[in-house]
């Protein structure tokens, strides 16, 4: 029997594969979200010890992400009704309400489309892959993350507004950047603008690395 032909993978700054597919929140498509930036994350299955606290991590920030206009999306091959289950389980020993939609991918297609099945790791649960997508459906980041290892929220929201960040003061960010640190200048692109470089008041170590206060 041939193997199933994979769709392309995702790639950054291209438009995000459009979805359609049920949710604990009603039916979620992609164009739902324009306007709004999306964390879309993938978790291997329902009723995991560690897909549970990546979800308690989600919730416990839901606000702080909805404060930066972004919505949080779940998704597991795992069906509605186990995903409901699960959630009012978090809820009962746990303490806490998961406030975000998942999506129950039973037939693969938002995984596939992803990218999320891998192989390597499993082919009958997704990996811990994450996507941030702006608000006109861009693909702006994806992190794929092993099974055996729980992702960072905190990571993830850092990630996302240093995107958001970049993209409103036209600058990049260093490692670990914080909200509040420096951040970079576009290193010029001519001779005469690197000439011209350490008179334009930026904090100017060579020619290509200045930064600057926002």
Known sequence: MSEAIQPPMPRLNEPAPAFDAPTTQGRKTLSDYKGKWLVLFSHPADFTPVCTTEF???ARRQD???ARNTELLGLSIDSHYAHI???????????VDVGFPVIADLNMKVARDYGMIQPGASDTATVRATFIIDPEGIL???VYYPMVAGRSVDEIHRLLVALQTADENK???P????????VIVPTPATFDAAVARTS???DTVDWYFSTRSL
């Open 85 to 95: 289950a699960w959630l009012l389980n978090i809820r009962e020993k746990f303490s």
């Open 56 to 58: 308690i991590g989600f």
């Open 64 to 66: 702080d992400f909805a």
């Open 140 to 142: 702006r980041a994806m």
């Open 171 to 173: 600058c990049a960010v």
């Open 200 to 202: 334009e008041g930026y």
């Open 175 to 182: 490692e670990n950047w914080q909200p509040g640190d420096a």
